[in-house]
């Protein structure tokens, strides 16, 4: 099976860009089902890139549905190494306009019906994620992203509501006073589970709207979503690019090391079914047999 160190995760319209070429389907299971769709690997900008729709083709699942678990667990028995998220957001500050772009340095996991965690039994790993994204990522993001014409900005936190529905207005201030930049339903546990995975990973979160708290803005719609992302294709597009130019496959970061303290359990009492099950995660750490 071929290796891939970089992966983009986000909606299937991110791959059809002309530049990338040398195009191959790949179909993988995983102890936690099926990813969300076959994993499309292609070359660009000179390096072999994974690309995977979160929701499927045709947008098939809602963001609780998606199947986080697979889509990582696939990747990493890829290679992955770094992974670039893709995702649309609502605003919670002015300053954030429909448009631009965010790299956000924080999260606020506000989920409640998903599973968070490779380690659900026979094997605990207590895995930091205190600093959740990789600052080396952040910074390559942004740049790529002003480099390509786009409108940036660097920081802030994410609050990951559980959706399908939108925030009330109430929801939407709260949110707000709790000092949160940016509202989404699908970065956790994607990303929880990535740091797990030992995958340094970066969000792009593209701002469609101001959520429902802004007064002189109209409630968030479908349709005013579908509009802003329509959009900024383009420039989404250009700086994942410009990302993937930039990102040096071998560069070690801190979350590359995740797993180096964090699995409690003696290994005498693991069930031989846990740990085949995690060996792409634990293999380091854990070798098989």
């Known amino acids: ?15 059809h860009m002309e530049e990338i070429t040398d195009k191959t389907a790949v179909a993988l299971t995983t102890p936690f089902g099926s990813p969300s769709a076959d994993i499309v690997i292609g070359t660009l900008r000179g390096k072999r890139v994974a690309f995977l729709p979160r929701h499927g083709v045709g ?18 028995t890829l290679g992955v190494r770094f992974i670039i ?4 957001c609502g605003s919670l500050r ?13 999260i606020f996991d506000y989920t409640n019906s998903r599973d968070r965690s490779f380690f659900d039994s026979g094997m605990v790993g207590h895995v930091s994620v205190a600093d959740p994204y990789t600052p080396e990522l952040i910074d ?15 920081g802030g936190t ?9 925030a009330t207005r109430a929801e939407s201030n709260i949110f707000r006073q709790w000092g949160c930049s940016l509202i989404g339903m699908t970065t956790c546990p994607e990303i929880f589970l990535a740091r797990e995975a030992e995958i340094a990973y970066v969000t792009m979160a593209h701002v469609t709207d101001y959520d429902s708290w802004h007064v002189s803005e109209k409630p968030v719609t479908v349709e005013q979503v579908i509009q802003t992302l329509h959009h900024n294709v383009h420039i989404a597009q250009q700086a994942i690019a ?10 070690d970061y801190a979350a590359h090391h995740a797993l180096e303290n964090a699995i409690m359990t003696d290994r005498r009492v693991m069930p ?6 995690l060996q792409p995660l634990i293999q380091k750490y854990i070798p098989e047999g």
């Open 1 to 15: 099976m071929e290796s891939v160190s970089i992966a983009v995760i986000g909606g299937s319209g991110l791959y």
């Open 59 to 76: 947008h098939y699942f809602t963001p609780t549905t998606v199947p986080y678990r697979a889509n990582i667990y696939a990747l990493k």
């Open 85 to 88: 998220g893709v995702n649309a």
């Open 94 to 106: 002015d300053d954030y306009a429909p448009g631009h772009i965010v790299m956000p340095d924080q």
């Open 140 to 154: 390559l993001a942004y740049n790529a992203v002003i480099e390509v014409g786009g409108t940036a900005h660097k």
């Open 158 to 166: 994410f609050l990951i509501e559980e959706g399908p529905r939108f």
């Open 242 to 251: 410009k990302v993937i130019e930039n990102l040096d496959p071998h560069a």
């Open 272 to 277: 031989a079914e846990i740990q085949q099950r």
